[in-house]
């Protein structure tokens, strides 16, 4: 599942304290495994990485999101739309594991 969370406008009494942040979830039509040696470089990306190989999502995938695998929680390090150019009909998403 990918979780986004956003920020709420800030009450108007209190302008500068931020708003309550809003989750949301949306489920992911995706198979995952370990990441694929091409993908490897050692710094960023490291062998005990997973990769998420997932149709087009409802909303874009941003490096801010989280991936919830099995109810724990994955930060993205590496987001490839498929193909590279034009519209994606598929996402590549390495995550940490």
Known sequence: MLVRTVPSE???QTPWLPGEPTE???ALN???RGVAAKYIDGTTVVASDLQIMCTVPPVEPQMTDVYSID???????RIL???AA???C???I????
């Not at 109810?71 to 390090?77: L, S, Y």
């Open 10 to 12: 800030p009450d108007p």
């Open 24 to 26: 949301t979830v949306h």
């Open 30 to 32: 995706a198979a995952v």
């Open 71 to 77: 109810g724990h929680a994955h930060v993205p390090k």
């Open 81 to 83: 739309p498929i193909p």
């Open 86 to 88: 034009g519209e994606p």
């Open 90 to 92: 598929a996402y590549l």
């Open 94 to 97: 390495i995550v940490a594991s």
